[in-house]
Nanobody, 124 residues
Framework: QVQLVESGGGLVQAGGSLRLSCAAS????????MGWFRRAPGKERELVAA????????YYTDSVKGRFTFSRDNARGTVWLQMNSLKTEDTAVYYC?????????????????WGQGTQVTVSS
């Protein structure tokens, strides 16, 4: 079983950048596919980005393409979400999630392990 801890959230002005980290306790992320989700106030949780366990396949939701980058270091047990050109609509609690399986998972029910979330607030 893996425990995930996010960090890196905060308050930033529109157009700014943040880098979220998600560290897995207990070792590596080998064989884990990973996802970043977010939940904005009054909205449903949505998938922001996801990768296969190797990082060879990566998905981004349309609203973040070209602005967000998902990276991972399996040996270090850490994934990151680099968020550039932030917009007010990116304000949300961001969660990383993991699943010990191959391929990319696009829905929350495919992930077994979740972090506690980190708040991202983008001001205008």
């Amino acid at each position: 079983q893996v425990q995930l801890v996010e960090s890196g959230g905060g308050l930033v002005q529109a157009g700014g950048s943040l880098r979220l980290s998600c560290a897995a306790s207990g070792g590596t992320l080998n064989n884990y596919r990973m996802g970043w989700f977010r939940r904005a106030p009054g909205k449903e949780r949505e998938l922001v980005a996801a990768t296969s366990w190797s990082g060879g396949s990566t998905y981004y939701t349309d609203s973040v393409k070209g602005r967000f980058t998902f990276s991972r270091d399996n040996a270090r047990g850490t994934v990151w979400l680099q968020m550039n050109s932030l917009k007010t609509e990116d304000t949300a609690v961001y969660y990383c999630a993991a699943s010990q399986s191959i391929g990319v998972a696009y829905t929350a029910d495919k992930y077994e392990y979740w972090g506690q979330g980190t708040q991202v607030t983008v001001s205008s």
